[in-house]
């Protein structure tokens, strides 16, 4: 690390459990994140200016001005544009070391693959179940840890799932919330401190992940009601039979 980085990141570099270990570490890893919005954008500004090395952005969506109130990285004049790739000129603007890649397509079963080829951990930026499914999956079978927020309304709910899924998986939680697709920010509203709590804890999970400055609740479900100021945390119910998570139907899984 030369003297403009020690400078750069001095104050994080002061952190016990951070210091010059934890920003080499975060300088070598690879993050993914899928979905530009209220949560992966917040997600990637925190990430790349804690000087992680490699940001891999995928998002198929145009800027609208009803993202403006929460997506705080993006400005008037970017509406109509890709997410990926105003968020990628941003971050580059922000710390110009971090390679930054931008996909403005859609993470489905053939991109994915692909997307996540040379990653380390994966955030989850998306809005739905089904997409919340198939990171699940995808990151299973390549034993990636990836971290899941979601937000609607004055509530929030976080969960950081191990690349084992010993604790259990996505799957295990939400099998009957699959194919409800009405339950978004674009029917029900949100706030946008509610969304961007929601992704700083995530940013909080993968800095713990990537260099053990904290401990990551692996497995907890982690929710929040911001109207009622209150917050609750309880293990993952893990299925036994889970497609996904089951050791005995995955012998590849410990
Ligand atoms: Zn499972």
């Known amino acids: 690390m030369n003297d403009?980085?020690?400078?750069?990141?001095?104050?994080?570099l002061l952190v016990p459990g951070f210091e010059l270990e934890g920003q080499e570490r975060l300088g070598a890893a690879s993050v993914l994140i899928v979905g530009c919005g209220g949560l992966g954008a917040l997600a990637a500004q925190y990430l790349a200016a804690?000087?992680?090395?490699?940001?891999?952005?995928?998002?198929?969506?145009?800027?609208?001005?009803?993202?403006?109130?929460?997506?705080?990285?993006?400005?008037?004049?970017?509406?109509?544009?890709?997410?990926?790739?105003?968020l990628a000129q941003r971050l580059h603007q922000m710390n110009g070391a971090v390679d930054v890649q931008c996909h403005p397509v859609f993470f489905d079963e053939t991109s994915g693959a692909d997307l996540?080829?040379?990653?380390?951990?994966?955030?989850?930026?998306?809005?739905?179940?089904?997409?919340?499914?198939?990171?699940?999956?995808?990151?299973?079978?390549?034993?990636?840890?990836?971290?899941?927020?979601?937000?609607?309304?004055?509530?929030g709910q976080n969960i950081a799932?191990?690349?084992?899924?010993?604790?259990?998986?996505?799957?295990?939680?939400?099998?009957?919330?699959?194919g409800s697709e009405t339950a978004s920010c674009g029917t029900l509203g949100i706030l946008g401190p509610v969304v961007a709590t929601v992704a700083l804890r995530q940013v909080l999970d993968v800095l713990g992940a990537l260099t053990d400055v904290a401990?990551?609740?692996?497995?907890?479900l982690r929710q929040y009601d911001f109207?009622?100021?209150t917050t609750a945390s309880l293990p993952l119910p893990k299925q036994?039979?889970?497609?996904?998570?089951?050791?005995?139907?995955k012998p590849g899984l410990q």
């Not at 010993?166 to 919330?177: L, M, T």
């Not at 401990?215 to 907890?220: H, L």
Request: with cysteine; proline share 3%; hydrophobic share 45%.
């Open 50 to 86: 804690a000087g992680v090395g490699r940001l891999v952005l995928v998002d198929a969506d145009r800027i609208e001005s009803s993202n403006l109130p929460r997506q705080i990285a993006y400005t008037e004049a970017d509406v109509g544009r890709f997410k990926a790739e105003v």
């Open 240 to 249: 036994a039979g889970c497609v996904v998570c089951d050791a005995d139907l």
């Open 4 to 12: 403009s980085e020690l400078e750069r990141y001095s104050r994080q």
């Open 116 to 155: 996540l080829a040379a990653v380390d951990v994966v955030v989850d930026g998306t809005d739905n179940h089904a997409a919340r499914l198939l990171i699940d999956r995808l990151t299973a079978d390549r034993g990636l840890p990836w971290f899941m927020g979601a937000a609607v309304q004055m509530a």
């Open 161 to 178: 799932f191990t690349g084992s899924r010993k604790e259990g998986c996505y799957h295990c939680f939400a099998p009957q919330q699959v």
């Open 215 to 220: 401990k990551v609740p692996w497995g907890m």
């Open 227 to 229: 109207r009622a100021d």
